[in-house]
């Protein structure tokens, strides 16, 4: 781990990090640049044990863009923003030339490929073996490009997971620096949430829902006491372990100082789960942002569509929003005229639906539509916070012990949460 520390607070790092803000602004002008075959060696411990069954990748039918083809959701400007090392590294590699000798990690070699899990814009996931220890781990291979250094969002990523420990965030084991790619060597999680969804359609059990959603807040929580955002909530991003574990997963946004709404290679970032604050314009976003996400995310699990699908930019994307939850006012929400896009959006006034008007079932679930609405409130002021939101009464059938785990423990380690099957609940 000290190893780990060293390699992502290299001078220039440290200084383009010491810049962001404690949500994060982005604003490097070091580079990172790649100049030998696995460069560093890994600080790692050993990793990859969990047992896990093959996923298959199949199309999502709703709108999400495939597992193998994960959506390409990270940063405009990406080519913009590298990272270049150029010191030290003599120094560097002597030292990591000796450790290379020793340990198997930072090394390519010690894992063998299995078959690809998913591909965004900027980097191809695959499930691998480390052939250390027979464990399963996942690959998460970013091409550098010649010249133009590492990512940006790859050393985000990186330098945010060392510090993210918690059962609900998929553990980093490895780094892997080579002259075409820099690999993240992850935990294995069987399968992400829009591929659950994908395979169990019509919704998804409820008491299940209720367990994803808590596990789901418990890795938010955690992150927002850090003052870190997440930012680009949705059910890729969030993968689900054999067990039923939710691990919050794609870093690679979190610290972007704006929500970019195209990728570096220009495709269009989903607008789906973007609070109508940011929609509007807003640049005054924190922690409300993430919840919002949660909102959506916990109405598509019950009724298995997303709930905002807007299909062509942000003005289609409030439409849809406002067609549900009414269109704001000043009343409910004091300045929303003032935002940037308000005279041009809001056109028309529509009137607030109940929740159950759209997912009839959520009014036979208590407390559900009264917390939807919580973390579904147009006015980012009044959406509640992810610690506050794992105390409400809809989780109140859950045990009281289950508030008072260890980070690193997982809420199954209580004999009476356990996962229930989909299918009985489909038949
Ligand atoms: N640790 C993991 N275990 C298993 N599958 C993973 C893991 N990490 C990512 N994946 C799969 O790969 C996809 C893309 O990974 P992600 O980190 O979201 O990359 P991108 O930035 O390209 O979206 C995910 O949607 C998921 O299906
Ligand atoms: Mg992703």
């Known amino acids: 781990m000290r190893q780990f520390r060293k390699k992502l607070s290299l001078k220039n790092l440290k200084r383009s990090f010491s810049r962001e803000n404690s949500f994060g602004e982005e604003g490097p002008d070091a580079h990172f640049s790649p100049s030998d075959e696995s460069l560093d060696s890994s600080p790692f411990s050993p990793t990859g044990s969990e047992p896990s069954l093959v996923t298959d990748a199949t199309n999502n039918n709703h709108g999400h863009v495939r597992r193998m083809k994960s959506e390409g959701d990270n940063l405009a400007g990406r080519s913009k923003h590298k990272v270049k090392v150029s010191t030290d590294f003599g120094k560097r590699r002597a030292l990591s030339l000796q450790e290379k000798t020793c340990s198997p990690f930072g090394k390519l070699e010690t894992y063998k490929k299995l078959c690809l899990l998913g591909e965004g814009s900027y980097a191809k996931v695959y499930k691998a073996t480390n052939k250390v220890n027979g464990g399963l781990v996942a690959l998460k291979e970013i091409r550098l490009q010649t010249d133009e250094g590492t990512p940006f969002t790859a050393i985000r990523e990186a330098s945010l997971l060392k510090d993210l420990k918690h059962v609900n965030i998929v553990c980093l084991h490895d780094i892997i620096h080579t002259k075409s790619n820099l690999t993240f060597v992850f935990e294995f999680v069987q399968t992400d949430l829009s591929t659950y969804l994908e395979k169990n359609p019509g919704g998804l059990n409820p008491h299940n829902v209720k367990l994803f959603l808590f596990q789901l807040l418990r890795g938010l929580a955690y992150c927002h006491r850090r003052k870190v955002l997440h930012r680009d909530l949705k059910p890729q991003?969030?993968?689900?372990?054999?067990?039923?574990?939710?691990?919050?997963?794609?870093?690679?946004?979190?610290?972007?100082?704006?929500?970019?709404?195209?990728?570096?290679?220009?495709?269009?970032?989903?607008?789906?789960?973007?609070?109508?604050?940011?929609?509007?314009?807003?640049?005054?976003?924190?922690?409300?942002?993430?919840?919002?996400?949660?909102?959506?995310?916990?109405?598509?699990?019950?009724?298995?569509?997303?709930?905002?699908?807007?299909?062509?930019?942000?003005?289609?994307?409030?439409?849809?929003?406002?067609?549900?939850?009414?269109?704001?006012?000043?009343?409910?929400?004091?300045?929303?005229?003032?935002?940037?896009?308000?005279?041009?959006?809001?056109?028309?006034?529509?009137?607030?639906?109940?929740?159950?008007?759209?997912i009839p079932k959520i009014s036979e679930i208590p407390g559900a539509e009264k917390f939807a609405s919580q973390l579904l409130q147009m006015n980012p002021r009044k959406r509640i916070s992810a610690d506050l939101a794992m105390k409400h009464e809809y989780f109140s059938d859950l045990p009281d012990a289950i508030h008072h785990l260890p980070d690193a423990s997982s809420i199954f380690i209580l004999p009476e949460i356990k996962i229930a099957s989909e299918h009985r609940w489909i038949v």
């Open 237 to 358: 991003n969030l993968l689900i372990s054999e067990q039923g574990e939710l691990k919050l997963a794609d870093f690679g946004l979190a610290r972007a100082k704006s929500v970019p709404s195209q990728t570096y290679s220009n495709e269009v970032v989903t607008l789906w789960y973007r609070p109508p604050d940011v929609l509007l314009g807003s640049k005054d976003y924190s922690w409300q942002l993430d919840i919002w996400g949660v909102g959506c995310i916990f109405l598509e699990m019950l009724w298995g569509h997303p709930v905002f699908p807007g299909v062509k930019n942000h003005k289609d994307q409030l439409q849809k929003i406002f067609m549900l939850l009414g269109t704001p006012t000043e009343e409910d929400w004091p300045g929303v005229e003032n935002l940037t896009e308000y005279k041009e959006t809001v056109t028309r006034t529509h009137r607030p639906r109940p929740i159950s008007d759209v």
